[in-house]
Every structure is written in structure tokens, then in C-alpha cells.
């Protein structure tokens, strides 16, 4: 019959006891799903038996009863540094450890101890020469120590310790968002493990009474205030080291004052920043080495963006892609930086364009050399009737008509030469259509100005290369401006020309005018065969064109080429 008095000293034992049972109890309620959590509830559940069976050790009367519930305790003694590890972990990312059934090797030894404690009796191997001791305000078991005792007690702290060390680790020496979160856990363990090693080493404030219970309260509500506040089994960096610190992508997360809460090493390898101590500092610090970069991360309208940084010599490409955090009420906390290396995807991109161009080029090829082969089918066509006007008219000896005839088939050849040979120029110069846009466009200018004496006034905007166009666009945008030039060149009478250009997300617009004699539009244009085939041009590429004429006012043909955003990203 078990002998149980009331002491007034067993008060701390039983708050501290009831605290960590609500909270065992509370997260097995509502957090049971989150990582950590099992560990977290057998730890709370393992240091209430050790502080209600204090409590009880120490209301007992009796020695059998004390003893009882002193062996009791040694289940707490035995397994919370197992079930503290555990928790600590899975904290600190090695979980995949804690999930291995290999983690029963650490409950052998225990185990072992446990059962050498209920047996006591029987060899003395834990405790020996135990007795009554009344000389305090209220009895105890006197007893000395046999040598798996210390056994136990060395296995017991080198748990602690290895926890320490996870916990320090987190704390100290990663520069990570769950710094709060670790410093909670660390506390509070060391409030159970510091109490009990100062009372095995008899350095503690009560020599006749182990007081680490009573630390099981304050203990529980400082890792209380890691789950309430910071959010311990909401944020658990689970496997973080092998994910965020080796992923290849840059990682940092901002708070609302662009200060860094946390960066992982391929965000400061992009960035060159290399402190590891990220405490306070602020997003300019740390990508001040970049300014495409830092104006990405300061600008909260930003969302996506790419920047450009040269190593070694060689241009590196990056996205970057930036996203709001939202706490549980959906108000915003921070942001998200995610940054991918895509050089290798523009490299890749970039040769595809040159296949296409490639094709392009070769496709207009073959179209001007249909082009030569019917125009000069009609010239031949035209000087052979021409030829058999001659020969019929020498026949009949009107030799002024036959002159007048001669001269206009001269004409006339002399202008089919001229065509052929511009069509022949076309054909076989490959660096105007391999070079940019820009670079074929001066030199078609160059060309008109050097057979027609006429200077063109040009009107581009500054910067603009015309590289991101996709290939047919730019080909047969050239190759409408060249026409619209040589129709000036042979028909015009001009002494002013004007290009223009203008450019957006949405389109690019050309404007050619001259101040020529101008024609007929309604009367002229289904005649006019060069004009057709700018039309045609147009209509390939999907560009409306449009033609402005009055009779000695000159001509005005204006382009206008819809253009995708994302291929053609000049502003």
C-alpha cells in the first residue's frame, strides 16, 4: 500500500508537469500532421512522467513507494534524450535518419538500463546501498551509484551534447529564416539538460534532490513560444541543406523592409556577395555588385525580370522571378527572389534563330530567282516582238519608224539589265541578309543614294538593332523598303526622301517619302507591278501597307508590322 503525503514542494513538479502534458497534448491535437511533431509529443509526454513521478517520489513516506516511483522516473531518464534528438533532427533537416529503423540501435542501450533498474535488487549494477535519509525537510533514498549508472549517464549527455550541437549549428552558423525557431528549441532544452547534469556532478543547488523537473515548465513554454509565435512545426526546414543550400537556382527571402532574412550560396555566387553573416542587412548591400538585379528586387512592380552579368569574358544570363509572402491571414510578410541560370536556354534559342534565318535566306533565294526568271521571261518576251516589229518594218523600209523602235527596245534593255543585275546583287550578297537588321538597311540605302544621287533623310530611334525580329519579318521588311526605294529611283523624279521608324511592343512602323511627281493612285496602281509586290510582301508577314499619292505631291507608302511582345523586347 503505496504511503503518500502532501508536501508543499511538489507545486513546481505538478505546473511544471501539467504544461508540458498541454502541450504534448495540444500539438497531438493539431499538429500531429506537421514534421517533428511525433517527437515533440512523446518528448512532452516523456518529461511529464519524469516530473509527476518526481512530484510523487517526493510525496511518498515509505521507501518501497519512493523507490517505486523513483524507477519510474528512469523511463523519462532513459528515453527524453532519444526523443529530444529525434525532435532536433527533423529540425535541422536530418529527418531521412531519424525515419531509418537504424534509429532503434539508439534505444538498446536504454533499454538495457531501464531493465537493470527494475532489477536492481538483484545486482546492484545502477544503485546500491540504498536507505532511507531524513535528516531534510522531507525524506529521500540515499544511495550510491554502481557502474552502469555512469554508463548510462555518459550515453544519456552524449545524446544531449550531439543535440546541442544540431541546435547550435542552426543557430549560429546558417544564415537561414528558422534562426528564431532554433534558438527557441535550443533554449529550451538547455534548460532540462544544464539542471541535470550540474545534479549528477553534485554541483547543483540541491544535493539531496534532482530540481531538472522543476525546469520542464519554463522549458516547455519558451518552445511553446517557438510554436505560437515563430511557427516551429509551420517552418521546419526539412532537408534544407539538401535542397535550398545545393539547389543551382539563387534563393533569398526579403522582408517588408527589403532587409535579407535568408540567402542560399548560388544566390551570393550570382550576386558576389561572400559575408556569411546576413544579420540586418539590407538587399542593396547585398546585390549592389549588380544593378540589373538590385533594381529588380527594389522595384515591388517588378514580377519578372532578366539581367545580364560578364565572368570571365563571357556574358551570363539570369531570370529572375519575385513573389509576394503572405502570412496566415494573407497579408503580405516578405518576398521570394528565385533566380535561374539561362544562358544555355538563350544559347539554344539563339542558334534556332539562326536556323530559321538560315531558311529564311534560303527561301528568299529561291523566290528572287523566280522573281529574275519571270521578269526576265517578259523583257526576252518584249524584245522579241519588238525584234519582229524591226524586222517588218526594215522590210517595208521605214527606216525613222525602225530608229524610233530601236531606241526604245535600247531603253528598255537597258532597264531589264539594270534589274538583272540588281536581282543578281540580291542574290549573291549573303552578309546584307546575315548582318542585323539595321546594318542591311544601310547598306540598301547606301546603294540607292550611290545610283540615284538623291541623300535620304533617316529617322530611327537610337539603339535600336532590330535583332530580336523574327527572320521573314526582317527579310521581307527589307526587301519592301529596297522596292519602295528603287520604285523612287525610277519613277519619281524625287529631290527629297524620307525613312522612318518607329518602334514598340506592338508593332514597328516604316514610313518612306518622297517629293517626286507623284501618280494617280485609283488609275495607277493595278499597273504599278512593284508596288504589288510590296503588297504581297506585306501580306506575308501579315503588315498592313499603306500608299499616298497625288500627282506632282509625291508618294508616302507607310508600313506597319504587328509585332509579338516577348520576340521583340526593345524599348
Not at 544566390?267 to 538585379?293: S, W
Not at 536556323?355 to 519571270?374: I, P
Not at 523600209?397 to 530601236?406: E, F, G, N, R, T
Not at 541623300?455 to 523574327?470: A, M, Q
Amino acid at each position: 500500500m503505496m504511503q503518500i503525503q502532501y508536501i508543499p514542494y511538489i507545486w513546481p513538479l505538478i505546473v511544471s508537469a501539467f504544461i508540458s502534458l498541454s502541450l504534448g497534448i495540444f500539438v497531438m491535437l493539431k499538429r500531429r500532421n506537421s514534421k517533428g511533431a511525433l517527437s515533440f509529443i512523446l518528448s512532452m509526454f516523456v518529461v511529464t512522467i519524469w516530473s509527476s513521478g518526481n512530484a510523487l517520489e517526493m510525496a511518498s513516506v515509505d521507501f518501497g513507494t519512493k523507490l517505486f516511483w523513483a524507477n519510474v522516473q528512469y523511463f523519462a531518464y532513459c528515453y527524453s534524450p532519444l526523443t529530444l534528438l529525434a525532435m532536433c533532427m527533423e529540425f535541422t533537416g536530418y529527418d531521412r535518419w531519424v525515419r531509418s529503423r537504424k534509429i532503434m540501435w539508439i534505444a538498446v542501450i536504454p533499454t538495457i538500463i531501464l531493465i537493470l533498474v527494475w532489477t536492481d535488487g538483484l545486482h546492484g549494477l545502477m544503485r546500491y546501498d540504498m536507505h532511507m535519509d531524513y535528516s531534510g525537510s522531507f525524506p529521500v533514498i540515499d544511495k550510491k551509484y554502481g557502474p552502469a549508472f555512469y554508463i548510462h549517464a555518459l550515453y544519456s549527455h552524449s545524446l544531449n551534447i550531439l543535440t546541442w550541437i544540431l541546435l547550435i549549428r542552426a543557430v549560429f552558423f546558417k544564415n537561414t529564416v528558422y534562426r528564431k525557431q532554433a534558438v527557441s528549441l535550443l533554449a529550451g532544452m538547455s534548460l532540462i539538460v544544464i539542471p541535470n547534469i550540474l545534479y549528477i556532478s553534485g554541483l547543483g543547488p540541491m544535493k539531496r534532490f534532482d530540481i531538472t523537473p522543476v525546469f520542464f515548465g519554463p522549458a516547455g513554454i519558451i518552445i511553446a513560444l517557438g510554436i505560437f509565435r515563430y511557427k516551429l512545426f509551420d517552418l521546419v526546414p526539412v532537408a534544407r541543406a539538401a535542397v535550398i543550400e545545393n539547389m543551382d537556382a539563387g534563393v533569398m527571402v526579403l522582408d517588408l523592409q527589403n532587409r535579407v532574412l535568408d540567402i542560399n550560396p548560388a544566390f551570393r555566387r550570382i550576386a558576389g556577395y561572400n559575408i556569411r553573416n546576413i544579420d540586418g542587412i539590407k538587399v542593396e548591400e547585398v546585390c549592389e555588385k549588380v544593378p540589373g538585379l538590385l533594381k529588380t528586387c527594389t522595384d515591388r512592380d517588378i514580377v519578372h525580370s532578366e539581367f545580364v552579368i560578364n565572368k570571365d569574358g563571357m556574358p551570363m544570363i539570369y531570370e529572375v522571378f519575385l513573389s509576394t509572402l503572405n502570412d496566415n491571414r494573407g497579408i503580405p510578410s516578405g518576398r521570394l527572389i528565385l533566380i535561374y541560370d539561362i544562358t544555355q536556354k538563350k544559347q539554344e534559342q539563339r542558334r534556332y534563330l539562326e536556323q530559321q534565318w538560315k531558311l529564311a535566306v534560303t527561301e528568299e533565294r529561291e523566290r528572287l530567282a523566280r522573281d529574275l526568271h519571270d521578269d526576265l521571261g517578259q523583257v526576252l518576251g518584249f524584245i522579241n516582238l519588238q525584234a519582229q516589229g524591226i524586222r517588218k518594218e526594215l522590210a517595208n523600209a521605214d527606216i525613222d519608224i525602225v530608229s524610233q523602235k530601236l531606241d526604245r527596245l535600247v531603253h528598255v534593255s537597258q532597264e531589264a539589265h539594270n534589274d538583272i543585275r540588281e536581282y543578281i546583287r540580291s542574290i549573291r550578297n549573303t552578309e546584307v541578309l546575315t548582318k542585323d537588321f539595321v546594318a542591311g538597311l544601310i547598306k540598301d540605302i547606301n546603294s540607292f543614294e550611290e545610283q540615284s544621287g538623291l541623300r535620304v533623310k533617316l529617322d530611327i530611334p537610337s539603339g535600336y538593332t532590330g535583332e530580336e525580329l523574327k527572320p521573314d519579318i526582317r527579310i521581307n521588311t527589307l526587301n519592301i523598303i529596297r522596292e519602295a526605294l528603287n520604285n523612287i529611283r525610277k519613277h519619281a523624279d524625287a529631290d527629297n526622301v524620307y525613312m522612318g521608324f518607329t518602334v514598340s511592343k506592338e508593332q514597328l512602323c516604316v514610313t518612306v517619302e518622297d517629293d517626286g511627281k507623284g501618280f494617280d493612285i485609283e488609275t495607277n496602281l493595278a499597273n504599278r507591278y512593284g508596288l504589288n509586290i510590296m503588297r504581297e510582301r506585306a501580306s506575308e508577314i501579315g503588315a498592313q501597307i499603306g500608299i499616298e499619292s497625288e500627282p506632282g505631291k509625291g508618294c508616302c507608302i507607310s508600313l506597319e508590322v504587328p509585332l509579338d511582345g516577348e520576340e521583340n523586347k526593345w524599348k
